[in-house]
């Protein structure tokens, strides 16, 4: 999934306003941009390694072993 500037700037904003308490960093859109495109792309890595070897019958169990990945 590709993001526009437009999109990440609302994740930031939503980001900033869930932990007000932390400071503020200044980069540019394109900086930020980069950032979220690698870290879309290293989840997607790691979800397409979960998937590597998994049963093709059992395609609910993969989705949720995908998900539980965040409550690690």
């Known amino acids: 999934m590709k993001y526009n500037a437009e999109q990440v700037a609302f994740m930031l904003h939503e980001a900033i306003d869930e932990n007000r308490e932390y400071k503020s960093w200044h980069c540019s ?4 941009m ?10 997607r890595e790691a979800c397409a390694k979960v998937a590597d070897g998994w049963p093709d019958y059992d395609v609910q169990g993969l989705a949720e072993a995908i998900r539980a990945r965040g409550q690690e």
């Open 34 to 43: 980069t950032l979220v495109e690698r870290v879309v792309a290293e989840e």
């Open 29 to 32: 859109t394109q900086h930020l």
